[in-house]
């Protein structure tokens, strides 16, 4: 159980154009997802948290503008990535949470994205 | 703000050998530690999660230790194995409401057969 899907699990885009990921908990019903992104060799770090039908709260030094998140229903999240550029090249992984609170974050396979 | 600082950053060792990774953080009110395995190019797999008010977890040749008041974790691998090679990431969730975890910079590990 607690299973977490991200599709599509790579994707090459051209600068200047948008993608979208998406995030989904296919097992359960997730009330707050949060999206990472990590590079190259290095650890994750927190992009912005999501509430099922609120909007996302991004972490400092995060555009909101840039990096567009929805989560429109209990099972799946999207990010967008807009205007895409060479420097948005990264791995996003997604995780989910049963509830809020303290409960426990199952982890997405992530997404490459690169950005040419 | 919380930082967590993993050591060593890469580490060979060979195979049958024990070993230990370190995990550092700077706020102490945790709410849980956790580590996890991330294979190259992958996503993340909990190993261990340990709660503030416990000291350690076990799983098959996996023990994981907390000292919350002096902001330490360790992970312990017994008899590794090359199947063990991989990163290892330690997570603080962070008390409160907020159900944010924050990342360790990671231990590259290999196992040499």
């Known amino acids: 159980g607690a299973v977490v899907s991200q599709h599509p699990s790579w994707v090459i885009c051209k600068s200047g154009t948008s993608v979208k990921i998406e995030c989904r908990s296919l097992?359960?019903?997730?009330?707050?997802m949060f999206w990472y992104r990590q590079f190259p060799k290095q650890s994750l770090m927190l992009m912005a948290t999501?509430?099922?039908?609120?909007?996302?709260?991004?972490e400092q030094g995060v555009e909101k503008d840039k990096f567009l998140i929805n989560h429109a229903s209990l099972t799946l999240s999207t990010l967008t990535v807009t205007s895409a550029h060479p420097e948005d090249s990264s791995f996003y992984i997604c995780s989910a949470t049963l509830a809020g609170g303290q409960a426990e974050q199952y982890f997405g396979p992530g997404t490459r994205l690169t950005v040419t | 703000k919380q930082e967590v600082t993993q050591i060593p950053a890469a580490l060979s060792v060979p195979e049958g050998e024990n070993l230990v990774l370190n995990c550092s953080f700077t706020?102490?009110?945790?709410?849980?530690l956790q580590w996890f395995r991330q294979d190259p190019g992958k996503g993340l797999t909990s190993l261990l999660l340990?709660?503030?008010?416990?000291r350690e977890q076990t799983s098959g040749r996996l023990n994981a230790s907390l000292d919350k008041s002096s902001g330490r974790s360790t992970l312990y691998i017994a008899a590794s194995q090359p199947g063990d090679s991989a990163t290892y990431l330690c997570a603080v969730k962070e008390g409160g409401a907020t159900n944010k975890l924050i990342f360790g910079t990671g231990t590259l590990l290999a196992v040499q057969p």
């Open positions: 706020d102490s009110a945790i709410y849980n």
């Open positions: 097992d359960f019903q997730a009330t707050t």
């Open positions: 999501s509430n099922e039908g609120s909007k996302a709260t991004y």
């Open positions: 340990i709660q503030s008010s416990q």
